[in-house]
């Protein structure tokens, strides 16, 4: 679930200086996995996008017997009371004349965000593994049976980038 916000300003009769706070404040930050992040193939198949594997875990695949095992929206339910004191702030020193702070602050939530689905991918109370993808494992040599961690590359695949959105009138 995101946290947005929705805010029409017609800009083109505000001073210069309440046009660059407005311009700050039109960023956003999305935490996710990048669409070119692309999973490390075993042998004998083909590679997959992390993308592609994380919507599949998040909300499961039962035509490949896979059960929903949610961690992004979770992971960043975790931090949104944090983000919103964040962006309150950043808002406020802006306003202030601090036109960096907004930016620095989309950056920390990104940070936190994706600290904070790591997390869940490691503490997550998920649907254990079926026999057959145990089995599975041993025969590559793994021996672990936590759900969402296999090599790790999933896990460390998950990023973020702040954007500009228009908010409507500049």
């Not at 075993?42 to 875990?57: D, T």
């Not at 998040?58 to 059960?67: S, V």
């Not at 036109?99 to 965000?113: M, Q, S, V, W, Y």
């Amino acid at each position: 679930m995101a946290i947005t916000s929705k805010l029409t300003i017609t800009t083109s009769k505000l001073d210069p200086f309440s046009r660059a706070v407005m311009r700050e404040l039109e960023k956003r930050v999305a935490i996710g996995i990048p669409g070119d992040s692309v999973h490390p193939a075993e042998k004998g198949e083909a590679p997959i996008n992390n993308a592609v594997l994380g919507y599949r875990f998040e909300t499961g695949d039962p035509e490949k017997n896979l059960p929903a095992r949610p961690h992004l929206v979770p992971g960043i339910e975790t931090i949104r009371e944090q983000a919103v004191e964040r962006l309150k702030m950043a808002a406020a020193k802006a306003f202030l004349g601090d036109l960096t702070a907004p930016e620095k602050a989309l950056h920390a939530i990104g940070l936190l965000g994706v600290s904070a689905v790591q997390q869940q991918i490691t503490d997550g109370a998920f649907a254990p593994l079926a026999e057959r993808t145990i089995k599975g494992r041993l025969r590559r040599g793994r021996t672990g049976t936590k759900p969402l961690i296999d090599t790790g590359a999933y896990r460390r695949s998950f990023s973020y980038v702040v954007t500009r959105r228009n908010i409507g009138g500049s």
